[in-house]
Structures are given as structure tokens and as C-alpha cells.
């Protein structure tokens, strides 16, 4: 992958409770802005991966988020926004898919919205994650 220069900037607010993630994110003019759609944890068959392992899920949508963040040519450290949808009743079950986003991005603390949903797309599918990302011009 060819590294591009992109100004994105993290910003947190001090008037606010400490977060694992950003508070915001700036990118300046002269990036390209990429939507990608929500990545699923499907295996190269089509097949939902770990039905009701929110965790494993979590992981194998990551590394399908990945491989779309590749071929558009952007780093992960350039992901500027994410929204990570789970079915789940309870904050404990979100916090599973959480900490497998947060051991993903490292130190890159991304903005995120973490949300609890009835259902996604495909049958057994507990995950998705959508991503909005910044890069420099090609």
C-alpha cells in the first residue's frame, strides 16, 4: 500500500468524561473522504463466520474492513469515523464487540457509535462496522 500524507486530527473534549475513542474528527481540504460499506463477518463462501460468538464476528469483520480499506489504499490510522452495530440486549454483549475494536485500532482511537440493534442482514450475523475514512488525492 502507498502511503498518503492526510491531515486528520483527533480531537477530545476536556469538558467530557475520558473515552477509549475521540471525541471528533477533523479532515482538512485536500483529502478524499471514503465510505465504506458496512462490513459483515462473512467468510469468502458468503458464510456468516462464529454464529453467537459476537467476539470472533467482531474480528472477521475487522479483517473484511481491512481488506476493502486496502483497496481503496488507506491506512487504518486514516479511518476518521466508525459505527459498529450489534445484536445485543445487554451493554455486556456490546462490550464484547468494543474490545475487539479497540484491540483492532490500538492506538488510533477512533470516533465510533456503538449500537445494540434486533437484527442485520444475513442469518446468525451479530456484526457490522461501517467506516468513513480520509486520504490523500491520488
Known amino acids: 500500500m502507498v502511503a498518503c500524507v492526510v491531515d486528520l486530527r483527533l480531537v477530545r473534549s476536556h469538558a467530557l468524561t ?31 463466520v462464529a454464529p453467537g460468538d459476537i467476539t470472533t464476528q467482531t ?3 475487522l479483517a473484511n474492513m481491512d481488506v476493502v480499506l486496502r483497496d481503496c489504499r488507506v491506512a487504518l490510522e ?28 490500538g492506538h488510533h482511537e477512533v470516533p465510533a457509535t456503538l449500537q445494540g440493534v434486533p437484527v442485520l442482514g444475513y442469518a446468525g450475523q451479530l456484526v457490522e462496522i461501517e467506516a468513513v475514512a480520509a486520504r490523500g488525492p491520488s
Open 59 to 61: 474480528r472477521k469483520a
Open 78 to 105: 486514516q479511518v476518521a469515523f466508525l459505527r459498529v452495530l450489534v445484536v445485543a440486549s445487554t451493554p455486556d454483549e456490546l462490550g464484547l464487540a468494543w474490545a475487539a475494536v479497540r484491540e483492532h485500532f
Open 18 to 48: 475520558h473515552a477509549e475513542y475521540a471525541d471528533a474528527s477533523i479532515v482538512l481540504a485536500g483529502s478524499e473522504v471514503v465510505f465504506l460499506a458496512g462490513a459483515c463477518p462473512l467468510d469468502t463462501d458468503g458464510v456468516v
